[in-house]
């Protein structure tokens, strides 16, 4: 059956593969992000590669405006979404807490759980009208567990796991799903944007192992809506085989 996949942050990284996964299985996809010129080439992409339908849709989730416009000015047969995958996120600076900057923390705290508060507020209506749906949140580990100088950004994350829980427990009487999918360390453009575009940075953090590509994590997130009307995940935590926590990497 033919779906409806509503997914935040699509033009990079986790949200760009998943999109492209659930667009190999046949499913029709709105795509949204901040880089038009991206998600217009992406939707152009999807479309001529899959025969799918694409739409697009450029806003920021951090303004609530611009979510709650974007999601009610969707025409009639865009509203019947199935899933919405809640991936737009990132972490930004690597700092103590006493030398934090402000601006990076809202940066986080704004994308990382405001945005998935507003587009979950404005797309579960839709699905408890149906009585049906399957809300996918994109965690972290650092959601379970807090490392040095992650303090903020494991704030979000932890936040994340919170709200999903309570999420499932809120649509539960509605025949709604919710899963959380948690990865650990995934070589995208995270730690390019983490360390402010310090490529050589970035590029260390994935010297030495194999991480999990964009690609394992769309598996994931993918594999999760083919179970039966029955069975929901609530919860997946994935890591490369040479992680064993945050901070225990194995590098050879």
């Given amino acids: 059956m033919t779906k409806i996949i509503f997914i935040t942050g699509a033009t990079a990284g986790f949200g760009k593969a998943i999109a492209r996964k659930f667009a190999a299985g046949g499913h029709n996809l709105i795509i949204t992000g901040r880089r038009k010129v991206l998600l217009d080439e992406l939707a152009k992409e999807l479309i001529i590669a899959y025969n ?9 989730v951090r303004k ?4 709650e416009e974007a999601v009610t000015a969707l025409p009639d047969k865009w509203k019947l979404i199935d899933v919405l995958v809640n991936n737009a996120g990132l972490a930004v600076g690597l700092n103590p807490i006493h030398e934090g900057l402000v601006d990076d923390w809202e940066r986080m705290i704004d994308t990382n ?3 998935l508060l507003y587009m979950t507020r404005f797309v579960s209506p839709l699905m408890v009208t149906r009585k049906q749906g ?20 494991c704030g979000s994350k932890f936040a994340v ?25 995934a070589e995208t453009e995270f730690s390019l944007v983490r360390f402010k575009g310090d490529k050589d940075r970035a ?6 192992f194999q991480p999990l590509k964009a690609e394992d994590v769309a598996d994931a997130v993918f594999y999760v809506t083919t179970l039966p ?3 929901n995940i609530n919860d997946m935590v994935l890591m490369p085989v040479a992680q064993a926590s945050a901070v225990t990497i194995f590098k050879g």
């Fill in 52 to 60: 799918i339908e694409v739409l697009p849709l450029c806003f920021d």
């Fill in 64 to 67: 609530l405006k611009e979510v």
């Fill in 113 to 115: 759980v405001k945005g």
């Fill in 134 to 153: 399957h809300i996918i949140n994109i965690g972290s580990i650092a959601g379970r567990e807090v490392y040095p100088m992650g303090n903020v950004y």
């Fill in 161 to 185: 796991d919170a709200i999903s829980k309570g999420t499932r427990i809120d649509l539960v009487s509605h025949n709604i799903k919710v899963t959380q999918i948690a990865p650990g360390a």
């Fill in 203 to 208: 590029d260390n953090v994935y010297r030495g």
């Fill in 229 to 231: 009307a029955h069975v």
